[in-house]
Structure formats: structure tokens, C-alpha cells
């Protein structure tokens, strides 16, 4: 006998909020027959938060009469529970909740369909209830209340026992023995469940079943490479024209031969391709050629990994299929997005017993062994401390290539590698392109062919890349990992410990100092802030140079004696010791104060305390120069949104674009036909939340009903309108998807894909950015605010000082070049029809309009009207 069980809550913290509606359901684990259930609304003693009424529709109104948790209550609801065991979806949140109200269910074993979910439908790209339900085509109802959330996790439980029970013995083999290897009593009952009748294989049969597994693929890169005889336009044409289901444009066909004679003359080119032009087929089929008839690699570096598979799976491909020569291919990432086999063997057989987060982490990639065959990390999804897990795994250790490592032919980031080297075309990302050029081994040698998509990300990558950060709690890590492989190798070194600690205690004194500045800079009293340490730090903490020499002193003696240790154990820290010399690396360029002509010191606090300290290079520019732009003989930037008031200067300068050509292809889109920019003129400001605003999209979207993304700047300003729409849109079909409430992406995502004409979408620009919907099914676009960066933010804070007028120079710009972006994704073919809504009254109140009117195109349609005017005009249509 199981018991399925939901809450409903006034919120996310136990600690204050309250129970309003438990469901309780008593059903048979073998036959999942319901066999009792028990429901009832709970009285908070609260008033019921807005949005909770608006996600589980229970009101003030509905629990007045409701009975309160007293003793009574808790005392039905555990007799109804007992001794069963109890199923949820996402253990902790409920579990806690009820712990915290004295409900006596420490003792009952605990099951979760949570858990499961994430070992078998390791694919998925949401573990919520209700998304995974709607992907097992389960039937819904009543989202967001107890009894059916109850009813829809034995449903799932069904499903997921179909799955395990299902499974080829192999795949049972090797989960039967890592259950087995779990401290957990949950796992034990899993095992039990899905696995009775499979014999316990010992460690040596695990590692044999799970070489054979991997050495199943390892495909060499063997195509037969084929010269073109005759290398000239005509070639180049001739590919576009006997492309199936393709077009020949002539922007497109431009395009190719500007990069095929960069290529061939050793040029450097930025080119500004707009959508329609298809400007990844422009510089794959010149670099395929060029890489064929002079056996160069090209180098193509994209701005995401996932644009980066995109062109390997999808573009690359088709290529393969099509052209009518062989060449051969492949991607190429950073070394902590590989699985290493050596390292996963490491941490499963040096741990006695695995905890429940552990088992499950490490059956999801068991299982994920037997479909992979790029061994990448980043093709399944993860969860906060699945991350710790992973980082162990992966092939970001210098021992795994090694010629000590006995699986070193094992490993996929060896074989990647090799692969890479001997490849015509190798796609990369902007990252690795960056972290591989400041290293002292890098994978490619020298480049001499490159091509970079989306160029207009270079600036913000280059930051990221080459961002060095730590918190207290890893330098604890660091130090615990150190002191953990010299204890158990027996080397004995003399007051370590309390080298250490002397260690933490200055570094620890030091983040003190930094935190007292950021609270002063900290004018709004923000949770979390960011501070740029800059001069006024220096001036406050003149001693600080004596607190840096002894973190340094003392960095340097723990050097020295773990110097002392054998090779084998030396071999063993070298990680942590690398991580210690990042540390002392970061706390020296924060330290001087001369290091802001150079760097961005950054101190960063959160109200959990998770406090960490960080640096970054102030000129992405001239590190550009210096590192790639001087060293690469042909080089191509290409994207869509490069120039700012027709115009290049922008990019040249923040990218130090000194022997560039420049190019712009023109879009013969019409947009004037094709895309309508609406404007209203009397609802207000739109600086404070303006009601009047959400009134206005309300009344939009009562007209049209669906196929509509609002892009909005804060997770206020998202509550705000979830809170204005939701009910009464609600009663006409329309789901609010809210970044806010739905939390996850691919949630919202897969929602309005099917169905997009009841649906709207509320979210921040990163769901713009990340997440790929069909166009077909967004035809409204409303931008609340334009996209200025926030200025207390310290990178921004820091590179804004580089200018004599810094918003007209920096600020603008960023911000057009990212309106700029959400315009360019919205229209894909001469067919498509739009129409943006503009609620940032600046556009036609400020005197830098003009030049923000140059995010969009400008033979677009531009309409200054009143909202009821607009209104009017759009009921016509419907």
C-alpha cells in the first residue's frame, strides 16, 4: 500500500508560509488501484498572496470556512498515511512542509516520482509534473490543485514502473548495481521493484559492460577527401543552384564570394547579413571549398553550443548529403563538457556507498551511455547538485589524457580532439575560441582560417571566457580536497592544517573588507548586489597591501611544502593547487589598485551568503587584437546586427577592428508591407510599472487571444502583468506562460508550440535569446522598455568610463544591437506578417529617439497612435 500526496501552499518558504489544501490518495503499488482518498482546504490564518489565488484559483473567500491545522487535523492525517510508504513529485518541498507543522512522517520511506523521472526521461527538458505528464500523453486537468496533482503523480508512478520493468537487460544489469550501491532505502525499494529478478553483477563486470558500451562507438573520421579541379564563382554558383529546396539569392551568392576571396587572399572581413540572406550556407560552402582545395582547416566559431550543434547536425549535414564531394567535419568543445569514463570509475569505486542524489546522478548518465555518441555533458539537463556531480565526470582534468590513464583511448575528449585536428571543418563556440587562445596548450596551434557567426556577441563572450571567480565556500573545497588525498596517502607535512587555516582566516578577513565597501555602494539595499571595486576602495583600505603580501606569503609556503610530496600524490593535487593559484591570481589583481586600468575587480553577495570575488579583463577589444586578429592570416565576422545608424564605427571600436573591410547586405524584405510598429502615445510613462500599460496589453490580448510574447526587463514588471491578465484571460481559454510562475523554458516553450493560438508568452530577453519557437506561431511581439543595460552593473559601470559620452557611445548602441536582434529573429520569409507593439514611451519623448529608430528598419511601418485608435484597428482583423 502507497500514499500519494500534494500540498498547495501560501509560498515557497516553510519557515513562514502556510498550508491551504492537502490531498491524501491510498492506492495499490502492484495493480495502482485508488483504494481511499482524503482532501481538504486548510485555513492559513493568512491572507492568501495574489498570485497563489491566480495559479491554484483558491481565494480568502474559500478557506474562511475551511478548518485551521490543529491537532485534530494532523491527527486524521496521520492515521490516513500510517506507516506507508509516501509518494510524491519533488520530496522536500511538501516533506519539509508538513515536518514543519508537526506531522509525524520522519519515519515512512519516502518515493519520488521526481527522482525517477530524472533517471529514465533523462531527455526531458522539464521535470514538472505537469510537463512530464504532458509529455507521456497522460491526461490533464486542473493544473495547480492537490487531489489532481495526487492523481497525476500515481499516474506518472504507472508510467515510469512500464519504463523500468521494460528496459533491456543490460541497461538493468548496470542500474541494479548502482542501486545497490546506494545508502538510500528508497533505492533499496526501487531495486526491489523494478529489479527482482536480475542476478547482482560484481565491479569488474560493471566496468567491462560499461567499456563495451563506449567502445561501441569510436568512429574515426575517415572521408574520403576529393579536390575540386576548377576553383572560380562559377563553382560556388553552381553549389547554390543544385541545392534541393533552396533558393539561389543573390545577397547570399555575394556574400560566398566576398568570404571565398577573403579566404583566399588572406583578408579580414565584418559583414552585416540580414536573416533572408541565410548567411550560414554563405560562409560553410566557400569554407568547405577552400578547406578541400588547400587542405587548410577553417575554423568556425558560433556564439552557443547550441548554435554550434545546430550547424553540426543540421547545416554541416545537409551539406554531406548534398555536395557533390566529400569533406569531412566536426565540433569541438571546451574539455568540461566531455564525459570522462576514467574519472566517472574514480568517483563510483572510491565512494563506499552513494547517496540518493548521487545514485540518481549516476544512473541518468548510465543509462545516457548506451544512446550518446559524442560523450557531450551538456545533452542532458541538470539540477543544482547534479553540477557538483558532473564537474567530476568530465574530461576538465589534466589526467585524463595522460598516458597513465588506462582508459585514456576510452575517452571521447581525446577522441574529439584527434578527430578536430584532422578535420576540413571544425565548429567551434565563441568560449572555447577565447579560453583557447590564453592557452598554454591550445587544441588547434595556430589558426589561419577563421570564421566567426554572430560576432555581435563577441564583446559579452569575451568577458565571460575569460571571467575568474571564488567563493569562500570553494577555497574550503579546494583546502578539504587537498588535506582529504594527503590523509589518505599517509604523506604526513607538518601543520598543514593550520597553514591552511591561517589561510581561509586572511582571505576570509580580506572578503570582509570587500563586503563592508559593496554594502555602502549597495543605495537601494538590494538582496544580492555586485560592487566594482574602484578607486574610493583603495583610498578606504590603505592597509590592505600588508593583508595581500601575507595572503601571498602564506599561498606560497603551502606551495612549497605540497611541492614535497611524492609524485603520485603531486600528480593528484594538481587540480586544487591550480585552483589556489587562481585564487591568490584573483585576490592580487583585486588587491591593486592599479589594476583598473586593466581589469574589473567585482565582489559579488546574496542574502544566503554566497559571497565570491571576481575579476575581468576592462578592454575585450584589444585583447582581441593582440591574441587573434594579429596572429590569424583570413579572417570573417559576419551577423545580422552589426552596424549602429548605418554605420560600422560601433563593432570597429569595441572590437579594435583595425585592418577590416566592412560589408552590408540590404534585406529585400518589404517591410512596409510585412511588419507594423505601433506606438501609443497616451498611456504614460512607462519608468513605474504604469497601470495603464498592463490595461492596454489586457485589452490587446482579449481581442487576439494568443500567439503573442511580451518581452519585459524585470521579474516585477512579469508578476506585475501575470497578475492583470491571468484571471480574466483565463476565462477565455488564454494560458499566461510566465517566466515568473512557469519557471522553466522549455516548459513555456513546448506549451505554445502546441498551442500557440491560446497562449501568451511573459519573459525577460534570455527566453529571446535561448529558446527557438516556430515563427509561424508568434505574429505579436510587445517590447516593454528598450534594453538599456542597468548602471549600476559593474562591467558596464567600469567600460562606461572609456567614454567622453558614454550613453551615446555605449549605452545606445548595446541597446539597439539588442533590439535589433529580437526584430531580425521575428520575420524568416516574404510570407511572414508581423506587428510589435512599442510601449517605451522614450521613443518619441527623449532627444536620442532618432537614433534608437535604428533598431528597426527603416522602410518599416510606423504608426504613432492613441491605444483605443490601435484597438479599434485590430478588432477589424478579427
Same mark, same amino acid.
Given at each position: ?188 525499494? =526501487? @531495486? $526491489? !521493484?523494478? *529489479?527482482? %529478478?536480475?542476478? +547482482?553483477?560484481?565491479?569488474?563486470? /560493471?566496468? &567491462?559492460?560499461?567499456? #563495451? ?99 553540426? =547536425? @543540421? $547545416? !554541416?549535414? *545537409?551539406? %554531406?548529403?548534398? +555536395?557533390?564531394?566529400?569533406?569531412? /567535419?566536426? &565540433?569541438?568543445?571546451? #574539455? ?543
Amino acid at each position: 500500500m502507497l500514499i500519494a500526496l500534494d500540498l498547495e501552499t501560501t509560498w515557497l518558504e516553510k519557515e513562514k508560509d502556510k498550508i491551504i489544501e492537502i490531498a491524501l490518495i491510498k492506492f495499490d503499488e502492484n495493480t495502482f488501484e485508488i483504494i481511499e482518498t482524503f482532501e481538504t482546504l486548510i485555513n492559513p490564518l493568512i491572507p492568501i498572496p495574489e498570485v497563489i489565488s491566480n495559479i491554484t484559483n483558491i481565494f480568502d473567500t474559500d478557506i474562511i470556512q475551511a478548518p485551521v491545522l490543529n491537532s485534530e487535523l494532523k491527527q486524521k492525517i496521520e492515521n490516513f498515511i500510517w506507516n506507508n510508504p509516501i509518494l510524491w513529485h519533488n520530496t522536500n518541498f511538501d516533506r519539509d512542509f508538513l515536518i514543519k507543522n508537526w506531522i509525524q512522517i520522519e519515519e515512512n520511506l519516502v518515493l519520488d516520482t521526481f527522482i525517477l523521472s530524472n533517471i529514465i526521461l533523462l531527455y526531458e527538458k522539464s521535470l514538472n509534473l505537469w510537463s512530464l505528464c504532458e509529455s507521456l500523453d497522460l491526461e490533464l486537468t486542473d493544473a495547480h490543485r492537490a487531489l489532481w496533482d495526487t492523481i497525476w503523480t500515481i499516474k506518472l508512478f504507472k508510467e515510469l514502473f512500464k519504463k523500468f520493468t521494460w528496459l533491456e537487460k543490460e541497461k538493468k544489469e548496470l542500474l541494479n548495481f548502482l542501486f545497490s550501491k546506494s545508502n538510500s532505502k528508497s533505492f533499496k525499494y =526501487y @531495486k $526491489d !521493484l523494478f *529489479f527482482n %529478478n536480475i542476478e +547482482l553483477i560484481n565491479e569488474e563486470d /560493471f566496468i &567491462k559492460k560499461t567499456l #563495451k558500451i563506449i567502445w561501441k562507438y569510436n568512429k574515426e573520421n575517415n572521408s574520403k577527401q576529393e579536390e575540386i579541379e576548377e576553383y572560380n564563382f562559377k563553382t560556388i554558383k553552381e553549389i547554390f543552384e543544385n541545392l534541393p529546396n533552396s533558393e539561389l539569392r543573390q545577397n547570399q551568392l555575394e556574400m560566398s564570394l566576398k568570404i571565398d576571396d577573403s579566404l583566399k587572399n588572406d583578408k579580414k572581413i565584418v559583414i552585416e547579413a540580414p536573416t533572408w540572406v541565410w548567411k550560414t550556407f554563405a560562409y560553410l560552402i566557400p569554407g568547405v571549398i577552400y578547406a578541400l582545395k588547400n587542405k587548410e582547416q577553417v575554423i568556425i566559431s558560433t556564439n552557443t553550443k547550441a548554435l554550434q550543434d545546430q550547424i553540426f =547536425y @543540421k $547545416d !554541416l549535414e *545537409f551539406l %554531406n548529403k548534398n +555536395l557533390s564531394y566529400n569533406f569531412s /567535419f566536426s &565540433k569541438l568543445k571546451w #574539455k568540461r563538457n566531455y564525459f570522462s569514463i576514467s574519472r566517472y570509475f574514480n568517483y563510483l569505486f572510491n565512494n563506499s556507498l552513494l547517496d540518493i542524489d548521487e545514485t540518481t546522478f549516476f544512473s541518468k548518465i548510465c543509462l545516457w551511455l548506451f544512446d550518446t555518441k559524442f560523450w557531450e555533458l551538456d545533452e542532458l539537463n541538470y539540477y543544482p547538485k547534479e553540477y557538483f556531480f558532473q564537474r567530476n565526470i568530465s574530461g576538465d582534468h589534466f589526467l585524463v589524457l595522460f598516458e597513465s590513464n588506462e582508459y585514456k583511448l576510452y575517452e571521447h575528449l581525446y577522441k574529439a580532439r584527434t578527430i578536430a585536428q584532422n578535420s576540413n571543418i571544425v565548429i567551434i563556440n565563441h568560449s572555447l575560441l577565447i579560453q583557447d587562445s590564453t592557452s598554454s596548450q591550445p587544441l588547434f596551434g595556430q589558426i589561419k582560417n577563421l570564421i566567426v557567426d554572430e560576432a555581435h556577441n563577441l564583446e559579452d563572450t569575451t568577458t565571460d571566457a575569460l571571467k575568474k571567480t571564488f567563493s569562500l565556500q570553494s577555497l574550503q573545497e579546494s583546502i578539504d580536497k587537498i588535506l582529504n588525498i594527503i590523509s589518505k596517502s599517509n604523506f604526513v607535512i607538518e601543520n598543514l592544517d593550520n597553514k591552511f587555516n591561517n589561510l581561509f582566516w586572511l582571505v576570509a578577513l580580506s572578503f570582509d573588507l570587500f563586503f563592508d565597501y559593496a554594502i555602502k555602494q549597495n543605495t537601494f539595499w538590494n538582496e544580492s548586489y555586485e560592487a566594482l571595486l574602484e578607486k574610493d576602495f583603495y583610498l578606504e583600505n590603505k592597509d590592505i597591501v600588508n593583508l595581500s603580501n601575507n595572503i601571498e606569503i602564506s599561498l606560497i609556503e603551502i606551495f612549497n611544502h605540497l611541492q614535497t610530496s611524492p609524485d603520485k600524490i603531486y600528480n593528484l593535487l594538481k587540480t586544487e593547487i591550480s585552483n589556489l593559484e587562481e585564487v591568490l591570481q584573483i585576490l592580487k589583481i583585486a588587491f591593486d589598485k592599479k589594476s583598473i586600468l586593466s581589469y574589473i575587480p567585482i565582489f559579488s553577495y546574496n542574502k544566503l551568503g554566497n559571497n565570491t570575488l571576481s575579476y575581468t579583463i576592462l578592454n575585450p577589444g584589444n585583447f582581441l587584437n593582440l591574441t587573434l586578429w594579429q596572429k590569424i592570416d583570413s579572417i570573417v565576422l559576419t551577423s545580422a546586427t552589426i552596424k549602429i545608424n548605418d554605420n560600422f564605427e560601433y563593432i570597429k571600436n569595441i572590437l579594435d577592428l583595425i585592418d577590416f573591410e566592412f560589408l552590408a547586405f540590404e534585406s529585400d524584405f518589404d517591410y512596409s508591407k510585412q511588419a507594423l510598429l505601433f506606438i501609443p502615445n497616451d498611456l504614460g510613462s512607462i519608468k513605474y510599472n504604469n497601470p495603464k500599460i498592463n490595461e492596454f496589453i489586457l485589452s490587446f490580448l482579449q481581442i487576439v487571444l494568443g500567439n503573442t510574447l511580451v518581452l519585459l526587463t524585470s521579474f516585477n514588471s512579469i508578476k506585475d502583468l501575470f497578475l492583470t491578465l491571468n484571471i480574466p484571460l483565463k476565462k477565455l481559454w488564454t494560458s499566461i506562460l510566465a517566466q515568473w510562475v512557469w519557471w522553466s523554458k522549455h516548459k513555456i516553450a513546448n506549451h505554445f508550440k502546441k498551442y500557440s493560438s491560446s497562449s501568451v508568452i511573459l519573459w525577460t530577453d534570455s527566453f529571446w535569446e535561448w529558446v527557438d519557437i516556430p515563427w509561424d506561431d508568434l505574429k505579436y511581439l510587445f517590447i516593454h522598455k528598450f534594453p538599456f543595460l542597468v548602471p549600476t552593473d559593474p562591467i558596464f559601470k567600469a567600460r562606461w568610463k572609456l567614454y567622453n559620452d558614454s550613453f551615446r557611445d555605449y549605452s545606445i548602441p548595446k541597446a539597439i544591437i539588442k533590439t535589433k536582434q529580437w526584430f531580425w529573429r521575428l520575420i524568416r520569409t516574404k510570407k511572414d506578417t508581423w506587428i510589435i507593439i512599442l510601449l517605451d514611451d522614450r521613443y518619441f519623448s527623449t532627444n536620442w529617439w532618432i537614433t534608437m529608430k535604428s533598431s528597426f528598419p527603416h522602410n518599416i511601418n510606423i504608426k504613432i497612435w492613441s491605444s483605443q485608435s490601435f484597438l479599434d484597428l485590430i478588432k477589424t482583423k478579427f
